[in-house]
């Protein structure tokens, strides 16, 4: 894979600078069915939700046929389209029952490979790198299932902050930990929860900060920049990385799994070999996972520009 460091983003980046399209009272209203009605009905309220964005949203549209005929190998159909957009949506309407505890609802099949068996069972605390795609959420539910340490989150507040507020407002008791990058004592937060042995999920995909460093890897055919931030400060904190993906496989259907990207307190490699190595075999394993599942990528929006 090609790659290129210490790459300037632009001063506003593309995604966090796009209005949100969420309209509040539509996703109360769904909210409502979901938690009053059931998944089964909630589901139906999709399709007309989805056909919506799939007329109007067009630059999602564009940016939706592109990845998928980098993907598929294809021009992407109107039915494939759809689809996309319905694999998200899916995730998210998830989200509502995840957020209340209801994980019982879920089949999760959870791999792991021997390096992440070995990291979780020592109860140490991990990043773990994520992506837009498929379910970054099913994490908790994973970890809930083991009895395991407290998930927190670290994420650009700002972005879909209406959505994020609604799936708050369901469950005033949640637990989850979001740790809010750009204030003073972000690094702090993540070091503590590190300390105390937990998970620290963190979507490495898109940048987290204006003007943030990034590398530029051949991505589906094209090159395309990632973030370097997330693997800096899994370095400065000696922190081990785990890749953390929760493909969403249909019906009630999520496999979970986790990899060993690197440790971050191994000294036997510098610094900028080590990030490397580490974010070229994420690279590498995100692609794997959007060519197995790739209805499941939900970036709507040119990720190669």
């Given at each position: ?77 109107i039915g494939d389209g759809f689809r996309h957009i319905h694999t998200f949506a899916s995730t998210i309407l998830d989200r509502v ?29 991990c990043i773990l790198l994520g992506a837009h795609l498929g379910s970054f959420e099913i994490m908790r539910a994973y970890a809930d ?50 300390q105390r042995g937990e998970f620290i999920g963190i979507l490495a995909d898109r940048g987290l900060e204006h003007g943030g460093a ?92």
């Open positions: 894979m090609r790659t290129s460091d210490n790459i300037p983003e632009k001063s506003a980046t593309e995604w966090a600078a796009r209005p949100e399209r969420s309209n509040t009272l539509a996703i109360r209203f769904i909210v409502w069915v979901a938690l009053t009605l059931g998944r089964r009905v909630a589901r139906l309220f999709l399709y007309p939700i989805c056909l919506y964005f799939f007329i109007f949203a067009a630059e999602a549209r564009r940016s939706s046929r592109k990845y998928l005929r980098k993907v598929l190998g294809r021009e992407a159909r029952f995840l957020l209340n505890g209801r994980f019982d609802k879920f089949d999760v099949r959870v791999h792991l490979d021997d390096a992440a068996q070995r990291m979780i069972a020592s109860k140490r605390g299932q083991i009895q395991g340490p407290p998930a927190s989150v670290v994420m650009y507040e700002e972005n879909a902050r209406k959505l994020n507020s609604v799936l708050k407002a369901i469950n005033p008791d949640l637990t989850q930990q979001v740790i809010a990058l750009g204030k003073v004592d972000s690094m702090l937060k993540v070091e503590q929860a590190l990034s590398a530029t890897f051949d991505f589906l055919g094209e090159a395309a920049k990632f973030p370097t931030g997330p693997l800096r400060m899994a370095y400065m904190l000696k922190s081990p990385v785990l890749l953390m993906v929760g493909v969403y496989r249909g019906g009630n259907r999520y496999d979970l799994y986790f990899e060993e990207l690197a440790d971050m307190a191994d000294a036997g490699l510098p610094r900028n070999e080590l990030i490397r190595q580490a974010q070229s075999r994420y690279v590498a394993r995100i692609e794997h996972f959007c060519r197995e599942a790739p209805y499941n990528w939900f970036n709507f929006f040119d990720f190669w520009k």
